[in-house]
């Protein structure tokens, strides 16, 4: 959930108690060979170092619900809390990388997309909406978006290890500029060309805000306001030019475009549109000299889209799209090439569920040995949510059975020679039947059965093998080997109790079910070691011909760390940025790691 998709925990043990774990994993073919199961510190320890290089601080001191802010940190009073959690948007100019943040986004995912007003306080986190102080400072200000706190921008130079903070170079640089930067609810975005970095973000309104910085002399070169954007996530490069997918409408669920850039350092905001969408863009990549680009379905912010369109609307699934070749026609992609991209698949022709694959996004993909590989994306009990709405359960045990046969983990595909008669996708990691619903069956009353998605797994299941990998959230391909980040969210569906079931729309009867399971939270406070399922993971396809190995399986030694939310690359070195919204876990002499965004090295020994 980007960071959150749902302000919640707790789901993990109701997930247990429901039986979703075997609805989640579904068994591969006899034949299919599973992900390895190396341990993440052995793995670690063998093929990898592994180096923090820069975390979040924190930024705010917090006394209680509603309660005035006290003085630091330090924090005389109340306790400390950490607002900056995603690491969103990053990109690498030469030796230096150039990073932005967001500041609680379960709090904001929550409110925006599921109008949760009701504060919600766990030992991890705390989301205040409209009792925090910046809502009662700001009466304008919707309850929803009490937890907004301004992102933040950083250079990390990889040569001396010193990071500098460029938000107050916005922040000096004027009121408009500052404004704009207090409207900005994350820098999501991050790339850069001939000399100038771009950060980008939604604001908070239906629009988009970019920064951007000269890449030589890190100086701040302005801001801008595109508001004919409603989202936008990543930059490409592609022969020399750089371009960036954006969405249309509230939180880009309107439509898409794909933008070239077409500016400089005098003029670092000139944009033309080369792609003409029914979807907004969510990840992009270089394949065979086209660029090929990912898209989600739906109004929702990373994935929470809990009122959008479902069942019929073929056309605008989620899918993977296809440009015009770069090279035809003048070089790269031109305003003429708007309405000549292709989609080349969608989830349609995997998901036998309507509803359900109306929920999917897409995340991550990469070109890797000729082929190009691409992920799925599933919010947490979404796709129950939608289910629910166009079905309403009749009772209690049907609320149940929809709660078991909704739920998916990512799927991993590759395919090629788009666009022809000789197009072949693969399934990597998924499942060969998954449960659909057929309305008309029981005299109307509706009945769940495995149907087939018409694909074979050929490494495995759902999940790489883990059933709460929910989001491909970014692939690269480094040193020969394709690396996957996902998110994880074993350890925050342990606080998804009754508050979280009422927020999505579940029944009372679905509620009272979630709520009576015993939460995953005490087995992380007894156990002397976190169960091995909670935090983010990395895996790593070392060959074409191979299956996915575990690179590490617990957040990089930071079991909050859920997800691996960016990746770049140097070489055969990655550098990961992480997300954790943690914003209460910043005691340094618990026994529990602390919150908040964390920059690692991951560089590859010799093997």
């Known amino acids: 959930m980007k960071l959150l998709r749902i302000p919640a ?68 009073a109340g306790q400390a809390k950490v607002n900056q959690s995603y690491l969103w948007g990053m990109t690498r100019a030469d030796q230096h990388l150039w990073f932005g943040t967001g500041a609680n986004i379960n709090c904001l995912t929550s409110g925006r997309n599921l109008q949760s007003t009701e504060p919600n306080l766990t030992e991890d986190w705390v989301c205040e909406y409209g009792e925090s102080q910046i809502a009662k400072r700001n009466p304008s200000l919707p309850p929803t978006l009490g937890d907004h706190r301004p992102p933040r921008m950083y250079q990390y130079d990889l040569h001396t290890g010193q990071s500098v903070e460029k938000t107050v170079l916005v922040k000096n640089a004027g009121p408009e500029h500052a404004n704009r930067l207090s409207s900005t609810a994350g820098i999501r975005a991050a790339g850069n060309h001939q000399g100038v970095v771009l950060l980008a973000g939604p604001a908070l309104a239906q629009s988009i805000n970019l920064f951007a910085f000269d890449a030589d002399t890190g100086a701040f070169l302005g801001s801008t306001n595109l508001p004919q954007y409603g989202n936008i996530r990543h930059f490409v490069v592609a022969d020399n030019v750089l371009y960036a997918g954006v969405g249309v409408g509230a939180n ?119 082929q190009l590989y691409w992920g799925t994306m599933h919010v947490p009990l979404k796709a129950t949510y939608t289910h629910l709405l166009r079905y309403p359960p009749a009772d209690e045990e049907s609320s149940r059975i929809a709660i078991q046969n909704t739920q998916r983990s990512i799927s991993i595909f590759r395919g090629w020679n788009f666009g022809n008669d000789r197009q072949q996708v693969d399934l990597l990691y998924g499942a060969a039947e998954l449960p659909a619903f057929d309305p008309a069956a029981n005299g109307g009353a509706g009945a769940w059965a495995l149907q087939s998605t018409n694909n074979t797994p050929l490494y495995g299941s759902g999940g790489l093998g883990n059933p709460y990998n929910n989001y491909t959230w970014k692939m690269v391909v480094a040193g020969g080997r394709l690396f996957v980040g996902t998110m994880d969210w074993s350890y925050i569906s342990k606080d998804l109790g009754s508050q979280t079931a009422r927020q999505l729309g579940l029944p009372a009867s679905a509620a009272a079910t979630l709520s009576a399971a015993p939460t995953l939270a005490e087995e992380a406070r007894t156990s002397e070691t976190p169960p091995a399922t909670f935090g983010g993971d990395l895996f790593v396809f070392n060959s074409p011909w191979s299956p996915a190995e575990v690179v590490d399986n617990a957040g990089f030694g930071n079991y909050l760390n859920y997800g691996v939310r960016n990746i770049v690359t140097d070489g055969t070195d990655l550098y990961l940025g992480m997300a954790n919204p943690m914003n209460l876990r910043t005691d340094p002499n618990d026994d529990i790691p602390e919150g908040g965004w964390e920059l690692i090295q991951l560089r590859t020994r010799p093997w």
Not at 9 to 15: I, N
Not at 42 to 48: G, I, M, P, S
Not at 287 to 299: A, D, E, L, V
Not at 323 to 332: F, M, N, T
């Open 9 to 76: 925990r707790r789901l993990l043990s109701a997930v247990a108690v429901l039986g979703l774990v075997p609805a989640l994993a579904v068994p591969a073919p006899a034949q299919s060979a599973p992900v390895e199961e190396t341990s993440s510190v052995d793995a670690a320890a063998q093929k990898y170092d592994r180096r923090l290089l820069a975390k979040a601080t924190p930024d705010e001191c917090f006394a209680g619900v509603g309660l005035p802010y006290p003085a630091g940190p330090p924090c005389e």
């Open 252 to 370: 880009g669920g309107a439509g898409g475009h794909v933008l070239r850039w077409t500016g400089d350092k005098t003029n670092p905001f000139g944009f033309i549109e080369v792609a003409d969408l029914p979807a907004q863009a969510a990840d992009l990549t270089v394949h065979q000299g086209r660029i090929f680009i990912s898209t989600w379905i739906g109004n929702g912010d990373d994935g929470l889209a809990v009122d959008g369109p479902v069942a019929g609307a073929g056309d605008v699934l989620a899918g993977i799209w296809m440009s015009p070749k770069l090279a035809d026609g003048e070089p790269g992609l031109n305003p003429a090439d708007a309405n000549g991209w292709r989609k080349v698949w969608d989830v349609g022709q995997y998901e036998p569920d309507p509803v359900v694959a109306s929920t999917y996004a897409l995340g991550g993909l990469a070109s890797y040995g000729g």
